[in-house]
């Protein structure tokens, strides 16, 4: 296996640092526009540094052919995803990622109704990859990926009937001498925030709300507590219905109401926007500009204190016929993500499950063609794997 990373950013970093304790491929060829990033991640002897322009599929497959990629992994932000996607496509090659094609809101009725859905740029190729008998693995990092993963198991072997798949994320972050610094890209956090949530329902399929709505407070396990979470737009409740009976998919995110207020306030103003705008001559993004302010997550672990817990609430009907609620969960404790690989526990517990499910895609174990969530796969497997990786999950009934 011959892998491409594109991205060098917090979370190719982290990528990096985990791929190089694992033995299952040949070369990592670590790209990034900045080529001195791409060199700094560069830190064991298989690795290669590129430059690679992430908007430009043409790009992507030159990198590719030079260096007989078979596996490219997108680790850039969603605006990216369709250039990486086309280009694997167009040079060969088996593709994963971690965020799919942007959504847009439909243009009458944004908070009852889907327009463009996240994704759904690639499932429209889902023929023409199937037909080529090449993968595209994608939604494959923590949110999403080990929560489809989580709910693939709860299905197989937890449940006989679904009535609600609900992927709850909170932490207790905080993080020194900031009084605002996201864990994570706030370029995406911004898309997925602000954009309608998107929720499934059996009888209804997909339909929007307002954001931050149907607030609740979740008690989070191993020390985390109760946060309060709110309807966010994420992939898995676009993934999850597609292979995994239920009749209700949500995806609700512990952002806090600061958070919240800052979000609104970056709406109100205009700086959530990616349309350029022109200020003393030069053309920027606002939203590009909030981003350039604010500071780089992947540096932040240094300061940062606390856990953060992906996890999946399935309730419904056990195998014993008895109703069930169980909590799925993976949790990362910063201290630890920075004292065994040196990266913040966000980026890091994004990282780990590409590189686990490249390593069963490498061995075998997980294999399959078109356009596909992990809900598609075993989920056992990636589960074990995942724990020998020294990262296990947990359950709470």
Known sequence: MRILLVGAGGVGGAFAAIAQRRKFYETLVIADYELARAERAAIDPRFVAARVDAS???????????????HVMNAVDPRFVMPIFEGAFSAGADYLDMAMSLSKPHPEEP??????????????????????????LCGIGVEPGLSDVFARYAADHLFSEIDELGVRDGANLTVDGYDFAPSFSIWTTIEECLNPPVVWEKERGWFTTAPFSEPEVFDFPEGIGPVECVNVEHEEVLLMPRWVEARRATFKYG???EFIGVLETLHKLGLDRTEKVRVAGVEVSPRDVVAACLPDPATLGDRMRGKTCAGLQVTGTGKDGEPRSTYLYHVVDNEWSMREYGHQCVVWQTAVNP???????????????????????????????????????GQRD
Do not use: C, N
């Open 111 to 136: 908070y009852q109704h889907t327009g463009v859905k996240l994704g759904d740029d690639q499932f429209a190729q889902q023929d023409r990859w199937a037909d080529a008998g090449r993968l595209a």
């Open 56 to 70: 430009s599929a043409s790009s992507v497959a030159d990198v590719m052919r030079e260096h007989r990629i078979t």
């Open 255 to 257: 952002l806090g109401s």
């Open 355 to 393: 590189v686990v499910a490249l390593e069963l895609l490498a061995a075998g174990t997980w294999s399959g063609s078109g356009v596909l969530g992990p809900e598609a796969f075993d989920a056992v497997p990636f589960l074990d794997l995942l724990t020998e990786y020294g990262s296990p999950w």
